[in-house]
Nanobody
Framework: QVQLVESGGGSVQPGGSLRLSCVVSGYTSSTYSLAWFRQVPGKEREGVAAVSSASANTYYGDFVRGRFAISHDKSKNTLFLQMDRLKPEDTAMYYC????????????????WGQGTQVTVSS
């Protein structure tokens, strides 16, 4: 059984930083995409960042603009999202997800999801 557990969300002032973590258990294939998505009530889920088993490349949503960094510690089966220079518009529920295929970006291609961790950016 594949499980994803996020942590690290919270409340922060504009310009601050947070580091999200996602522990992945039960997924044994060497082929995967790992990603962070976010969603605000009433809006569609959007991709934040992704990393793939097929290459060392990372992918980011246009709104990230160099502020976030995704990383994957394979030894700990943990996915991270370092978020710096946070803005109020970054306020959302953040989800990590796993796709059974590499090189995937869109949420429909992801098979396993965590419960989410809330990020609130407000002064």
């Amino acid at each position: 059984q594949v499980q994803l557990v996020e942590s690290g969300g919270g409340s922060v002032q504009p310009g601050g930083s947070l580091r999200l973590s996602c522990v992945v258990s039960g997924y044994t294939s060497s082929t995967y995409s790992l990603a962070w998505f976010r969603q605000v009530p009433g809006k569609e889920r959007e991709g934040v960042a992704a990393v793939s088993s097929a290459s060392a490349n990372t992918y980011y949503g246009d709104f990230v603009r160099g502020r976030f960094a995704i990383s994957h510690d394979k030894s700990k089966n943990t996915l991270f999202l370092q978020m710096d220079r946070l803005k109020p518009e970054d306020t959302a529920m953040y989800y990590c997800a796993v796709s059974r295929r590499s090189g995937k970006w869109y949420s429909d291609d992801y098979n396993y999801w965590g419960q989410g961790t809330q990020v609130t950016v407000s002064s």
